[in-house]
Every structure is written in C-alpha cells, then in structure tokens.
C-alpha cells in the first residue's frame, strides 16, 4: 500500500442502528431518521487501524435553543462592533478638537 493511502484519514457519519457503506463499496441500509434518532460522527485514522472519536447529538429541541442563542450571540456581536465604531469615532473627534484647540492657543 502505497504511503498516501496509509495518510489519508476517512470520515464517516453514521446513525445509530444503521450501517456504513465500506470501502468495497456495498449497499448501504437505510431507515428514516425521526427526530430521536442520535447519529455519531466517528473518524478512522487508518482503513486497518481504527481509532475512533464520536460525537453523539440528540436530534430534538437542543438545536431550536443552540440556534436561537447562535443568534442572541450573532446581535450582540453586531451591537457590540457598532459600539466599538461610535467610540473609536468619539476618540478621534476628541484628539481632533485637543489639537485644533492646541493649535489655537498657540496662536
């Protein structure tokens, strides 16, 4: 085999109680996943040496709330750059009228 094969990692996503199409290319078995189906992420170093990490994930609710606090996130970062942009403007305003009020002292 040659090195770049031995290199290459492969990923597969597969669901609890279904299988994953192998290397030889066989026929996958599928069923409908409902939403309290929990699917695992499982990553192979190696075709022959196996060393696998999961990640489970329940496919209920928890995404409505993950979604909704990506947002809150999203709208506060947002506030937050419109912030930092009326300051760093304030800032500037203020050395501005400094070194126009030094200039006219000096008159």
């Known amino acids: 085999m040659q090195s770049s094969q031995l290199s290459r990692q492969e990923w597969r996503a597969v669901a609890d109680n279904h299988s994953a199409r192998d290397a030889a290319g066989e026929e996958m078995e599928r069923s409908k996943l409902t939403q309290s189906d929990e699917r695992t992420i499982y990553e192979g170093r190696e075709p022959l040496d196996v060393d696998f990490c999961s990640i489970s994930i329940d496919g209920n609710s928890d995404n409505d709330i993950l979604q909704q606090r990506l ?37």
């Open 71 to 107: 947002n809150d996130v999203t709208r506060q970062r947002e506030d937050l750059q419109q912030m930092e942009i009326e300051l760093r403007a304030q800032v500037i305003a203020k050395s501005e009228i400094l070194e126009m009020r030094k200039r006219l002292m000096l008159k």
